[in-house]
């Protein structure tokens, strides 16, 4: 079993769709939790950690759920700019701070 | 801060060719992280070091693959010999104990 997996896609979506994406971990000594965006051709790059409580960042909500070992990202009034892949990141400070990615979520908005 | 500077962004080889790949990380950053992308497999972590330390080389594919980090500025991933099914983009990433930051990538192709 992969130490993190995500349902890689594609998810096409109508411009103004809400979308979610779901992560599931297998270490429960994962400790920190992060959503990268990576485009085309680019490096990944962070769009926001994930947080015990639950946290927002305008049109993205990102949820923790430690009991099932589950991460999950919601998009609201979803834009074309979206179009992107999103990797969920577990951190395993207890093993140095190593850095899993999931395969990532391939996510196209279209017009 | 510059970010994670990778070079070369572009390296075409011959199989059995050396291949150096280099990274300087973002200055204060105690962590360093070397990843590979393709299509197939998506990211994945060769290695890792802590404060300059390599804590996790379980990725690493074979022995062709090393990885050195001789001060915490500088760091490098070697293959030889190398192989066509090396073809991928490499990147290194660095962090505080908190999220990582990625290099743009060294796009490489062994013929």
């Known amino acids: 079993r992969k130490e993190v997996e995500q349902d890689p896609g594609p998810f096409n979506v109508p411009e103004g769709a809400t979308v979610a994406f779901n992560c599931t971990y297998s270490?429960?000594?994962?400790?920190?939790f992060f959503w990268y965006r990576q485009d085309c051709r680019k490096e990944p790059k962070l769009l926001m950690s994930?947080?015990?409580s639950g946290n927002e960042d305008g049109r993205f909500t990102a949820q923790l759920n430690r009991a099932s070992q589950y991460i999950s990202l919601l998009i609201r009034d979803s834009k074309l700019s979206d179009s992107a892949t999103y990797l969920c990141?577990?951190?395993?400070?207890?093993?140095?701070?190593?850095?899993?990615f999931g395969q990532g979520t391939e996510l196209s908005v279209k017009p | 801060d510059a970010g994670v500077i990778q070079s070369p962004r572009h390296e075409v080889t011959e199989m059995g060719q050396e291949v150096t790949l280099r990274c300087k990380p973002i200055?204060?950053?105690?962590?360093l992280f070397w990843y590979r992308q393709t299509m197939m497999r998506g990211l994945e972590l060769l290695i890792y070091?802590?404060?300059?330390?390599?804590?996790?080389d379980s990725g690493m594919p074979e022995d062709r693959f090393s990885a050195k980090m001789p001060n915490a500025s500088f760091s490098t991933l070697k293959i030889q010999p190398s192989e066509p099914r090396d073809s991928a983009v490499y990147f290194c990433?660095?962090?505080?104990?908190?999220?990582?930051?990625f290099g743009q990538g060294t796009r490489l192709t062994v013929v």
């Open positions: 990433a660095s962090s505080s104990n908190t999220e990582a930051f």
């Open positions: 270490n429960s000594a994962s400790q920190s």
């Open positions: 994930v947080y015990s």
């Open positions: 990141v577990v951190n395993m400070r207890n093993q140095g701070g190593k850095l899993i």
């Open positions: 200055s204060g950053h105690n962590s």
């Open positions: 070091f802590n404060n300059n330390v390599p804590i996790d």
